[in-house]
Each structure stands twice: as C-alpha cells, then as structure tokens.
C-alpha cells in the first residue's frame, strides 16, 4: 500500500512528501513550512515553480511554492497607525519599505494526520518576547490546514492573536505557478478572472487609493489574455458579489488549472517580472500594499484589527482539471 507521507531531505532540510489521489505534494518545515512542489501526478506536471538548490530558493524566496504570508504586501518605509498605535515594520525591501510579514523563511513544525488521511497542519508560533513578535509589536500564532481532495490542494489557515492588544490581521500566499511543460515546452495559458476594480499603482509599486474599471486587466475578463503576454506587478479587487476564482485554461493539452480564495480574501496580487520569465504569481490577500495608509474602506484594504484571543480563518484551494 503506497504511503501517503513521508520523510526525506532536501539540499540537507527535511523534506515531507503528501501523496494523494491526483496530486503530490511537498513541504519544507524548516523553511517557512510552504509548499515547495506540487505534482498532478497522471500527467507529470509541475504545477509550482519548484527550485533546484537552497540557494536559489534563498536568493529569490518568494518565486518558488507557495510562501505564507503574515502580513502579505509591501507597506511604505514600514510605517502606519492602526487602532490608535503606531508601528514600525522592518525595512526589508532594499532598506525602504517592508515585504510580505514575518513568518516567510522561518522553522515551522508539521503534524501529519493521525487517521491517515493525505493532509498535514503546520504550525508556527511568535510567542512574547521572540524576534518575530518584537517585530510584529504582537505574539501570535498562525496553523495551516494542507489537505489533497482528488485534483485540488485546500489550504485552511488560521491566525491567532495570543497576546493582550489588538493586532493588525492579513493573510496571503504568494503562489507562484510554472508555465513549462514536462519537457520544457512554453503552455499557452489564457487567463480568467472575475469581475472587479483595479488599483492605480504609482511608480513605487504602491497603490495610489484610487480604483479603476479594469485597464491592465482588462482581457481577463473575457479569458483572452495569453499569460506569455502577462507581465505585471499589479493590484485587483474582486467584487463583492463575484465568485473568487482565477483560473489559467489549456487547450492542447484541455486542462485548466484554477484558483479560488473565500473572503476575507478579496484581493489578488499579478506578478511577472519580465516577458520571458517562466512562472507567474498569482497572490490571494486579504490585506494589499500599504492597506492602513490607503483612504479607502477596510472592506477594500483589508486593514484591521484582531482583537486579544480571538482568531481568524483563511480559505484558499487550488487544482487542476483535465479536460473540458
């Protein structure tokens, strides 16, 4: 009988594989506990950016798998007010502005299932006093739920504030998705996503506040826009009464491979840095670039505040069909 866990090790971390039904999955809980690989297992297909050395995932973290984000986005020289306090995020981003929050990168542990179902919870804790929570200005603990249901990967994730203060609360992925075949040939995605408003970014890849009918993402919106052609480092808020799902259609082989975040998750992030780049990131946040500095509505942002003991709970699932 096929093992649907098990231990191994990767560029000297341990490496856990999850095997399902269509998919296998990988994780590495001493960094970052994110998935690192994802298999549709009939076909072959990597459906993650996977990296070939520790090295190259280190240099460039947020391009391979799936990295957790704990506050997701970019925030302006890391400063804001929230709830009446002011804080001062470490500038991470070039020594400007901070990036992506405080969990990224760091050792998580991994459970797996004790009935044997393929699924694992990972787990990360900043209790007081530590360097994630000085940081943060908070303790809090974060667990993600990762099941294989058939085709697809549930990702149900949960943040709780065990400190004695309100805490600023967002959550993301940065899900960065291969576009090579398994031998090496370019797949001609089209891409859909629901309908929705854009953010006007300004030159500093902040938003500026103001939405817009959609401009950069206009093609999405029938489905015909060739992701080859996608290059992007954009902002776009789904409307409130659209389902939440993007989904990148193959018509040789027909499979599509989709995406759908529940709310709070109402925002999604495009990046592809260059024409040629062989990934695109397709970013679920329930909390965009620079969220507590914008004027508009925290229903927009996302920027709010988690009160003491208290929890909140992220959904997200991703997976692969073939055929029509």
């Known amino acids: 009988m096929m093992s649907v866990w098990e231990r191994g090790t990767w560029e000297g971390l341990e490496r856990w594989r999850l095997t399902g ?30 990296p070939k050395t520790l090295e190259e995932l280190k240099a460039r973290p947020f391009i391979f798998g799936i990295p957790v984000l704990f506050l997701p986005g970019r925030l302006r020289r890391g400063e804001f007010q929230l ?43 900043a209790q007081e006093h530590s360097e994630e929570a000085k940081a943060f200005s908070h303790p809090f603990r974060v667990s993600i739920r990762y099941r294989l249901e058939g085709g697809s990967l549930q990702l149900d994730a949960r943040v709780e504030n065990s400190g004695s203060e309100p805490m600023p609360v967002g959550f993301g992925y940065h899900t960065t998705f291969n576009l090579l075949g398994t031998e090496g040939e370019r797949l001609q995605y089209t891409a859909t996503m629901p309908k929705g408003e ?46 939440n799902e993007i989904r990148l259609h193959l018509d040789q082989p027909e ?14 992030v495009v990046y592809r840095p260059d024409p040629d780049a062989s990934f695109i990131s397709l970013e679920p946040v329930s909390w965009v670039h620079n969220a507590p500095n914008l004027p508009q509505p925290s229903e927009r942002t996302g920027a709010r505040l988690l009160p003491p003991g208290q929890s909140a709970e992220f959904s997200y699932k991703i997976g692969l069909r073939i055929g029509s």
Do not use: C
């Open 21 to 50: 039904e269509e998919l296998e999955a990988e994780f590495l809980p001493g960094y970052g506990g994110q998935v690192i690989s994802l298999k549709h297992r009939p076909t072959g297909l990597d459906l993650l950016r996977v």
């Open 255 to 268: 499979m599509t491979l989709w995406m759908r975040a529940d709310p709070p998750f109402r925002n999604w």
């Open 198 to 243: 854009e953010w006007e970014m300004a030159d500093d890849l902040m938003p500026t506040g103001t939405l817009t009918a959609p401009r950069k993402f206009a093609h999405w919106m029938t489905g015909s826009e060739p992701i080859w052609d996608v290059v992007s480092d954009n902002l776009f808020l789904v409307d409130e009464d659209a389902t």
């Open 83 to 125: 709830g009446g306090r002011s804080y001062q995020w470490p500038k991470n981003e070039r020594g400007l502005n901070h990036l992506h929050g405080f969990v990224w990168g760091r050792p998580w542990t991994l459970t797996p299932d004790p009935g044997g179902a393929p699924e694992v919870t990972a787990r990360f804790e």
